[in-house]
């Protein structure tokens, strides 16, 4: 029977030669991941049991990124307890403040996911390492715990949706724009209990880094997992971080598919999530009356490298607006680095921005940028609900950081384009 | 199994993010979690909730973070089932994981309101609304997961084989 990408990957797992959807099946894991708010809850559970050990020291990755450095008393009891177990486990991929970075930047980074692996992890971006060709699902504390303890997680088979991409895309359309465009297309429930599998030949004009941007928002679909075909970017990526074996999986050309969506790259602009769900995209040009107090540029959507080079293009030799605070979060503390000496870091601060060490922090309503009543932000995260970043009559606006540099120079919503035109 | 109680109904895309704020995962407490249930959207809900009502949610409930808080702190307010038109995956899997009980019925997700008394048989997946005098059927438990929800939680179902 033809199967999709992800359901290969699967079967793989389960030891069958082939899976359906809807089947429940107990897969192998090649990785187990928690952070610094989910794992406290999985070492409860998993003590409470008396699990007596973790499967394997070196397939299990923690870490601390949300409320860190702690953001108060309990956010370090948190961490010290995940310090604690890590230690007492003998965890070898635990990090902490100094080496950490957001899970979902970090772990791909560090080469801790490699294509055709799957992986869960207690984060629902988990989803993200599918760019990589990788089965990777967020799931809760219990699976993590059972995870830990077992190496296996119980999956129902999803069906999946094919995104076809064609076309190049223009100047300043990053995955982000990619992702904003099928949710609002799609809607947030629009690929539930379902896989999105990206093919077509506009795959290979994304980068790794728009791939992880894509990926990454595969579960503002409401999808099980996203997945990218793996080329010759992809193995390019692998190179030098990965040094294990892996294995390349491919969709079955006649695989079974509930419907494809269309997407000509050549034809995106770059758009924002209204508030407060991220189907509520619009073009930026359309929605630039809108005053704002706040930019985030950051998250594991959209903290890489090219991220902040893409934003320092457009902020640099300019100043932030009056009465915007724009706060810049590199996603790991090599990204961290690379953008000190790209001078990106010194092109951010010249022009008015806080620059941050490696946390998830305000994309969460955590710490370091949270909106007080009315107030509102363009944050490159990843999701603007109700009360997400602080006082519940705050507003998200979400969007990739083109769009987020140029509304941190004009102080409203603007797109890249006004900039380039002379809008400062 | 058997549930009675009654009805908080809610709307569509009910998220993580209301059913718990982030700012409160600082503790994973039960209690702590139970208090600020529901408060960016119905800040009563706390203090009015009794032990066995009933949740009944739109589409895509739960919908947003990996939580698990989010499926304990209804559980912890003494909630004894979600009923919803559709729920998030994650979602789904967390409240079974934890034996939350929660049931997919579009039917009754549609016709219940606010404060109507119901009761719900998990075996047969029937729903009745006392209230208004009407029954809903939902579709009953796989077996695989029935095994979960009967032992209270996938780690006493693991650690009982
Ligand atoms: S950056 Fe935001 S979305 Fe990503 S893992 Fe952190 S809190 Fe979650």
């Known amino acids: 029977m033809a199967m999709t990408m992800t359901q290969k990957i699967l079967a793989d797992h389960a030891g069958l030669p082939e899976v359906r959807a809807g089947q429940l099946i107990r897969a192998k894991l090649d990785l187990v991941l928690g952070n610094d708010i989910t794992t406290p809850v999985a070492i409860n559970e998993f003590e409470k049991h008396g699990l007596s050990g973790v499967f394997n020291r070196d397939k299990i990755a923690i870490v601390l990124d949300h409320f860190t450095p702690n953001k108060d008393i309990k956010a370090a009891e948190q961490s010290k307890q995940c310090r604690e177990f890590a230690k007492c486990n ?41 760019a990589l060709g990788a089965f990777s699902t967020g799931v809760g504390s219990t699976d993590m715990a059972a995870g830990m303890a077992t190496g296996e997680c119980w999956f129902k088979v999803p069906s999946a949706i094919r995104v076809r991409l064609t076309g190049q895309p223009k100047k ?86 509930e419907k494809t969506v269309e997407i000509d790259l050549s034809e995106l602009r770059p758009v924002v ?72 870091l010194y092109t951010f601060i010249e022009a008015g921005c806080a620059v941050s060490t490696p946390t998830c922090g305000p994309c969460l309503g955590g710490h370091m940028g949270i909106m007080a009543a009315g107030e509102r932000t363009v944050a490159t995260t990843n999701r603007n609900f109700v009360g997400r970043m602080g006082d519940p009559s705050s507003e998200i606006y979400l969007a990739g950081p083109a769009v987020a540099a140029a509304s941190a120079i004009l102080g409203r919503i603007a797109s890249p384009e006004e900039i380039e035109q002379g809008g400062n | 199994m058997q549930a009675n109680g009654t009805v908080f109904v809610y709307g569509d895309n009910v998220d993580t993010d209301v059913i718990i704020p982030a700012r409160y ?31 009944v949610g739109g589409s895509n409930f739960g919908c947003g973070s990996s939580r698990e808080h989010a499926p304990l702190a209804i559980k912890s307010c003494g909630v004894s089932c979600v009923i919803a038109k559709s729920f998030a995956r994650i979602f789904y899997r967390n409240s079974i994981n934890i034996g939350l009980a929660i049931l997919e019925c579009p039917q009754a997700a549609e016709n219940i309101r606010q404060r109507d008394e119901i009761s719900i048989d998990f075996d047969s997946g029937v729903i009745t609304n006392k209230t208004r005098e009407e029954t809903y059927q939902a579709e009953p438990f796989p077996e695989f997961i029935r095994e979960i929800i009967n032992a209270d939680g996938l780690l006493n179902s693991l650690s009982k084989c």
């Open chain 1, 172 to 257: 300043w359309i990053g995955g982000k724009d990619v992702v904003l465009t099928l949710i609002g297309m799609i809607g947030v429930d629009g690929a539930r209990y379902q896989s999105l599998e990206f093919t077509g030949d506009g795959v290979a004009a994304l980068s790794m880094d728009d791939r992880f941007a894509i990926a990454n928002m595969a579960i503002e679909a409401g999808a099980k997992n996203g997945i990218f075909p793996v080329d010759e970017a992809t193995i390019a990526y692998m190179k030098g971080r990965v040094n294990r074996e892996y294995q390349v999986y491919e969709a079955d050309a006649d695989a079974p598919y």
């Open chain 1, 273 to 344: 999530a209204c508030p407060h769900l991220p189907s509520n995209t619009k073009p930026a040009d359309e929605v630039n009356d809108i005053a704002i107090d706040q930019v985030v540029i950051g998250s594991c959507t959209n903290g890489r490298l090219s991220d902040l080079a893409t934003a320092a293009e457009i902020i640099k030799g300019r100043k932030v607006a009056e009465n915007v605070r724009v706060i810049v979060i590199p996603a790991t503390q090599h990204i961290y680095r690379e953008a000190m000496r790209l001078g990106y």
């Open chain 1, 90 to 130: 003998g965890i070898t991929h635990f990090y902490d403040v100094g080496q950490m970075g957001i899970e979902h930047a970090l772990l791909p980074e560090q080469g801790l996911v490699a294509a055709g692996e799957a992986v869960i992890g207690a984060d629902s971006h988990t989803c993200t390492y599918g």
């Open chain 2, 25 to 55: 995962l600082n503790s994973s407490d039960p209690k702590h979690l139970a208090s600020h249930c529901m408060e960016d959207i119905d800040a009563a809900f706390a203090q009015k909730v009794r032990p066995g009502d009933i949740i």
